[in-house]
């Protein structure tokens, strides 16, 4: 995979060990959209709420799982 300046190498690196928990379950139940899915969408680009929407379907039912999309994106685009 090529990297480019909006895509993240080894993102489950840059996050917290509590969210590393549990990735191959739905972060988003509404669209059943597995947490690792939205990490990866983050990893290669998606770095706001609409793009990981975009991808992926996350948010986009009743958006319960908005604030969780909100901090995997500012676990992983944070500057080390």
Do not use: W, Y
Request: proline share 4%; aromatic share 2%.
């Amino acid at each position: 995979m090529k990297s480019t300046p909006n895509t993240v190498n080894n993102p489950l690196d840059k996050l917290p060990e509590i969210l590393r928990q549990n990735l191959k379950k739905n972060l988003c139940v509404c669209n059943e959209v597995k947490k690792i899915d939205i990490i990866n969408a983050i990893a290669n680009g998606a770095n706001t709420v609409m793009k990981v929407r975009d991808q992926t379907f996350a948010t986009s039912g009743n958006g319960c799982c908005t604030r969780q999309v909100e901090r995997l994106i500012e676990c992983i685009h944070t500057s080390e």
